[in-house]
């Protein structure tokens, strides 16, 4: 038991660390060769923290571990939504522009109900069982698609703060860092996949439990972190952004890429964490009508972090 949890934590740090250097070394290439930095921003940037669950989810595929599939990317959604967006506010309330809310944030709810119409196939299609396919995979990246080009239009035109300090590396050491990268989060993948299936069962946990929890927090570390800092920082576009994004890339492109390689069967007791996020999605929205300001106060931050705790009590009662 105890070498399973030091090499599960030793798959978190190989996940954290071969994104950094992915996105470091990335970021470094694509500047290189001159490439805008909107697109830097809007590409390398806002997937690198999204890597871990991303490589998780590739291996869980390929390994025929649908529930840590679908647990991974629902989980982290969760725990962004609730822990992450609660822990940022905690630290200096989070001021929201409206444009986030009318065209962003309802990305999210439209993943969510996405989701839950193409799995409830008994329910609502009357058929034999619950599938996610890959007809499903490809819906979901369309949305995906949908919405990027609808980024890159609507802001070809802005600037776009860079985040990452990667300085100018030799094309040596930018070489290195991609491969130090990949090597970090495949390898980190596979140890965490593997030793947190492990764990589920030797403590007598399902597979579905224990991606919702551990794996899910595991994975999403770098946009704790992330999102963290932006707000200690009083930067609350970068708080805000980094986990909304998160939620949508988790969804449209991570679960859709892991239904394309294999078909998931969905059980219903995922629906209870789906509806979870979706209902976190809404009062994220009616928080930000309440006050003055479209923002996220202190109180609504402990009560994200509220029920966030009541629904691992209730996971793992």
């Known amino acids: 038991m105890v070498w399973t949890v030091l090499w599960l934590v030793a798959g978190f740090l190989l996940l954290i660390k071969g994104a950094d250097f992915l996105v470091k070394g990335a970021s470094a290439l694509a500047r290189r060769f001159n490439i805008p930095e909107i697109i830097i921003g809007l590409t390398i940037v806002a997937f690198g923290t999204s890597t871990p669950e991303l490589v998780v989810n590739i291996v869980a595929s390929v390994e025929g ?94 600037g776009l703060d860079d985040p990452i300090t990667a300085g100018s590396y030799s094309i040596q ?25 492990s764990l589920a069962q030797k403590i007598g946990l399902s597979e579905r439990i224990i991606s919702l929890t551990v794996l899910a927090a595991g994975t999403s570390l770098p946009e704790l972190a992330a999102s963290a800092v932006a707000a200690y920082h009083k930067k609350s576009d970068i708080a805000i952004g980094n986990i909304v994004g998160s939620s949508i890339f988790n969804i449209f492109f991570i679960l859709a890429v892991s239904l394309l390689i294999a078909p998931v069967e969905y059980p219903v007791t995922f629906n209870i964490d789906l509806t979870l996020f979706l209902a976190g999605t809404v009062l994220l929205l009616l928080f930000t009508y309440t006050g003055r300001k479209a923002r996220i106060d202190r109180w609504e931050a402990i009560v994200l972090i509220g029920i966030f705790i009541g629904y691992t009590v209730f996971l793992l009662r």
């Open 65 to 158: 571990h649908g529930q840590v599939v679908l647990g991974n990317v629902i989980g982290s959604n969760n725990f962004n939504t609730f822990f992450i967006l609660g822990i940022a506010a905690l630290i200096f309330p989070l001021t929201i522009h409206r444009t986030v809310i009318l065209k962003e944030i309802p990305y999210t709810l439209i993943a969510a109900c996405a989701v839950l119409l193409l799995a409830n196939d008994v329910m609502l299609f009357n058929r034999e069982n619950d599938l996610l396919g890959r007809v499903d995979g490809l819906i979901l990246l369309g949305f995906f698609v949908v919405i990027l080009i609808y980024i890159f239009r609507n802001r070809k035109n802005k």
């Open 173 to 197: 050491k930018t070489i290195l860092l991609l491969v130090a990268g990949f090597a970090g989060l495949i390898i980190g993948g596979k140890l965490a996949v593997d030793n947190a299936v």
